[in-house]
């Protein structure tokens, strides 16, 4: 059974950055395609970004779009979310997730890492 687990958040600053991370384990992880979401306090979960199964096509919210850096690794097992130029509002906790097809319904949840954007 597929098991997804984010690493790598945390507290930074405004203007600064981290890279997330999604290990997958328990199946062929290349057969997914897979999404970063995020949800805030009071809010409701909302997609940031989304990658296809071999890397090739990405997709971002408006709002992360030109600051955010989805790729992912098979070999691996691993998709990244490189975050740049954070902002207070990009605070949340962050979801890995398998998806049904490329930017489509999640299927499996990772247990989510927490953001905070705080000077």
């Known amino acids: 059974q597929l098991q997804l687990v984010e690493s790598g958040g945390g507290l930074v600053q405004p203007g600064g950055s981290l890279r997330l991370s999604c290990a997958a384990s328990g199946y062929t992880v290349d057969y997914f395609t897979m999404g970063w979401f995020r949800q805030a306090p009071g809010k409701e979960r909302e997609r940031v970004s989304c990658?296809?199964?071999?890397?090739?096509?990405?997709n971002y919210a408006d709002s992360v779009k030109g600051r955010f850096t989805i790729s992912r690794d098979n070999a691996k097992s691993t998709v990244y979310l490189e975050m740049n130029m954070l902002k207070p509002e990009d605070t949340a906790v962050y979801y890995c997730?398998?998806?049904?097809?490329?930017?489509?319904?999640?299927?499996?949840w990772g247990q989510g890492t927490q953001v905070t954007v705080s000077s």
């Open positions: 990658i296809s199964s071999g890397g090739g096509s990405t």
């Open positions: 997730a398998a998806l049904r097809y490329y930017c489509s319904d999640p299927v499996k």
